[in-house]
Structures are given as structure tokens and as C-alpha cells.
């Protein structure tokens, strides 16, 4: 992982703006980086590379979404009934 990356995380305190969303109601970007995390897992994984630059997503998305929506996906991910396409 490059110097450069891991600086950003080390220095992340809360989500930074994200042009894809303007607005302030922070719904959609919760929900895409949670996205985000999973399929950066998935494609790393399945190439047998390092995970951590995934860690970005998950730290963006546990600082937005509340933590019931959270364990909700992972539930519905453990159960197949996931609504999201990872």
C-alpha cells in the first residue's frame, strides 16, 4: 500500500465531501460505500491481494450509516437476502 494511502487513514476523522453527493441528506453515500467495501473485498480477495486499501469504504460508511442499518445488511448478506448487488 503506497505511503500516500496510508496517511489518508491514518489522518481520516469523518467522511470528506464527496461530489457524487451534494446533497445534504447522507442516505445514498452510506449505502453506495457500503457497497463499495464489500465489492472492493470481494475483487481483492478473489485476486489474493492485500485488503486494506477496502478499509477507506468501511471507515466512510461506519461514520455515516446509523449502526441498525449496518447490522441489517449484514444480516440479510449472511442470509442471502441481501438487496444489494456486491
Given at each position: ?20 453527493f ?21 475483487a ?43
Amino acid at each position: 500500500m503506497s505511503q500516500d494511502m496510508k496517511e489518508k487513514l491514518e489522518k481520516y476523522r469523518t467522511a470528506p465531501f464527496d461530489a457524487r453527493f451534494p446533497n445534504q441528506n447522507q442516505t445514498r453515500n452510506c449505502w453506495q460505500n457500503y457497497l463499495d467495501f464489500h465489492r472492493c473485498q470481494k475483487a481483492l480477495t478473489a485476486k489474493g491481494t492485500d485488503v486494506t486499501p477496502c478499509d477507506w469504504y468501511q471507515r466512510v460508511y461506519k461514520s455515516l450509516c446509523p449502526v441498525s442499518w449496518v447490522s441489517k445488511w449484514d444480516e440479510q448478506r449472511e442470509n442471502g437476502t441481501f438487496p444489494g448487488k456486491i
